[in-house]
């Protein structure tokens, strides 16, 4: 199944990488598999992950063109 993985680094920027899972993938393996969490240094557990907008769990089940979102913590609230 095609998904996408996006990470919003700073304001204005965004990482996005395309992927090919197995049905069956969770939201964790499409993470693991974009190296976006390599590429910006991100450690596990430093941010939170969600599903167009809605934060899920890491072992939650995709869908076919579903859009992973890591969510970087806010600077100013």
């Known amino acids: 199944m095609l ?4 990470y ?3 304001p204005g920027c965004t990482d996005r990488v ?5 049905e069956g993938a969770s939201v964790q393996d499409a993470v693991a598999a974009s190296g976006l969490c390599q590429r ?3 450690a596990e557990g430093s941010f ?3 599903v167009w907008g809605r934060r ?3 072992q939650a089940m995709l869908r076919e063109h579903d859009r992973v979102e890591l969510y970087r913590p806010l ?3």
């Open 56 to 58: 899920q769990p890491p």
């Open 3 to 6: 998904v996408e993985v996006v």
């Open 40 to 42: 910006h240094a991100l």
């Open 75 to 77: 600077l100013v609230d």
């Open 18 to 22: 395309s992927l090919h899972l197995n």
């Open 8 to 10: 919003c680094p700073r």
């Open 48 to 50: 939170e992950m969600g």
